[in-house]
């Protein structure tokens, strides 16, 4: 079946420092790819997806590539704000393992920003 | 847009008792809504999709008549914790999928369930 690695947190950054947060996947076939970011006492929030090899997914500053050679959807930004500080999450869906609209998730990874 | 609202965001109840959960998208309607458990430092666990008017589909290892799914109409599911015991307390969060796409789902802010 399919699975989601992601880093383990927490990561505490100063204000304008450099973002990567690991995200590794098991899964056949192609799935799509998805950060999701959870702001204190929100819900969960799609920040950006990759549906195919290659792809590179954007989203206010945040960037993930979708790299099949490496099975891995890293998530970047170059310069992490104190209103970044979230719970960011690595998920999966679809690949020949599972369904189009299932989601797997990573365990998540706390994000704190310093000012 | 593509809200999606949980209530009540927190409760304890006591050992034995049901407790109910609703989960509504309130601008748009939802096809599909589903239910995840998440514990402290977990990563979210789905644990059933309800498709409107038919029978919720339970993931491997969920009790299904220990967590009754409703998914009435197109904007509300509600989640019936029955019996509930302090093993049940966790995290549970709902989410919705709509007309975008089948990728797509949108998230509540979550309920907490403590049971003593």
């Known amino acids: 079946g399919n699975s989601v690695t992601q880093m383990e947190g927490p990561v505490t950054l100063s204000e304008e420092a450099f973002l990567t947060i690991n995200c590794t996947y098991t899964a056949t076939g192609y799935p799509s790819l998805f950060w999701y970011v959870q702001y204190p006492g929100e819900g969960l929030q799609l920040l950006l997806k990759a549906t195919k090899a290659d792809d590179k997914g954007s989203n206010k500053g945040f960037e993930a590539t979708y790299r099949k050679e490496t099975t891995s959807f890293h998530l970047e930004k170059g310069s992490v704000q104190v209103s970044d500080s979230a719970v960011y999450f690595c998920a999966l869906s679809g690949g020949s393992g599972g369904s189009n609209y299932k989601l797997t998730f990573g365990k998540g990874t706390l994000l704190t920003v310093n000012p | 847009g593509a809200v999606v609202s949980q209530h009540p965001s927190w409760v304890i109840c006591k050992s034995g008792t049901s407790v109910k959960i609703e989960c509504r998208s309130l601008d748009f309607q939802a096809t599909t809504m589903f239910w995840y458990r998440q514990f402290p430092k977990q990563s979210l666990m789905l644990m059933a999709t309800?498709?409107?008017?038919?029978?919720?589909?339970?993931e491997q290892g969920v009790e299904k008549d220990k967590f009754l799914i409703n998914h009435a109409s197109l904007t509300l599911s509600t989640l019936t914790v029955t019996s509930a015991h302090p093993e049940d307390s966790s995290f549970y969060i709902c989410?919705?999928?709509?007309?975008?796409?089948?990728?797509?789902?949108?998230f509540g802010p979550g309920t907490r369930l403590t049971v003593l």
């Open positions: 309800s498709n409107e008017g038919s029978k919720a589909t339970y």
């Open positions: 989410s919705a999928r709509g007309l975008a796409g089948p990728d797509t789902q949108y």
